[in-house]
């Protein structure tokens, strides 16, 4: 490990333990690599992947592509997206859960639609983006509950002669986000003297909210436009990262 790297580490170290219960973390598609789920974003992101049809990788995770293009998008969903695949949470996830049980965090707000975090232990999370589960499939007319197995195989409901197109319960481009989950973040970020970003590219401005008021700490692989806001910028592997915390603070 570069001496750099280690000395950003032990400051980030020392922060967490003087200022138990007074700081979050926001999580992006990077804290899941190591779990084998691909980032949207990045050099091997989903977004760089070329199709034949032309159609942005980006786009097909829009209500608008839900309407125009069903099929491509099932497609996509059972390339890219299928849940039921199953994952396991990384070293990452198990470090957050472990931070949050011994009070160094206040909870988890999470870009996330993987639900790795609930898995690896973590009880105060909130997935402002919404969770991608095998059942967590409707139809956006009669509100019908699918399975992603039915939603293979029939991308419109059958039912009564409905019609509707079906959808994941998640948060798409063209959607708003969901009042729940938004009030949970801001009860999560509360009063907190920092906030630590893990794995995000930062683009996608839905968790800038729960930024504010806080000294900003972003660990991620590759530089963000937000870097010169930060406090502490660590641009390291999340799994060398997330080893070096663990070791240090819980064990």
Not at 171 to 196: H, M, R, T
């Amino acid at each position: 490990m570069q001496t750099d790297i280690k000395n950003k580490l032990d400051k980030l170290v020392k922060i967490f333990k003087a200022n138990e219960n007074t700081i979050h973390v926001i999580t992006g598609a990077g804290v899941s690599v190591a779990s084998n789920i691909r980032a949207f974003r990045g050099e091997n992101g989903i977004y760089n992947d070329e199709r034949e049809d032309n159609l942005q990788p980006e786009f097909l995770l829009s209500v608008e592509a839900l309407k125009t293009h069903p099929m491509e998008v099932k497609q996509f969903y059972k390339d890219n997206l299928d849940p039921t695949i199953r994952i396991e949470p990384n070293i990452t996830h198990i470090l957050l859960a472990q931070l949050e049980q011994n009070n160094f965090i206040t909870g988890v707000i999470t870009q996330n639609i993987d639900e790795l975090h609930q898995k690896s232990g973590s009880k105060n999370v909130s997935a402002i983006h919404g969770t991608l589960t095998p059942d967590g499939f409707y139809c956006t007319k009669c509100k019908t509950q699918f399975t992603f197995e039915d939603y293979l195989n029939q991308v419109y409901c059958e039912i009564k002669g409905c019609k509707g197109y079906i959808r994941p319960n998640i948060v798409l481009y063209g959607d708003c986000l969901q009042d729940e989950p938004i009030e949970k973040a801001f009860e999560i970020a509360g009063a907190s003297n920092y906030v630590v970003v893990m794995g995000s590219s930062l683009l996608v401005s839905t968790v800038y909210p729960f930024m504010n008021y806080a000294e900003l700490i972003i660990i991620n692989n590759e530089p963000t436009y937000f870097d010169n806001q930060a406090y502490l910028v660590i641009n390291e592997d999340l799994s060398v990262v997330s080893k070096y915390l663990k070791e240090h603070l819980v064990g």
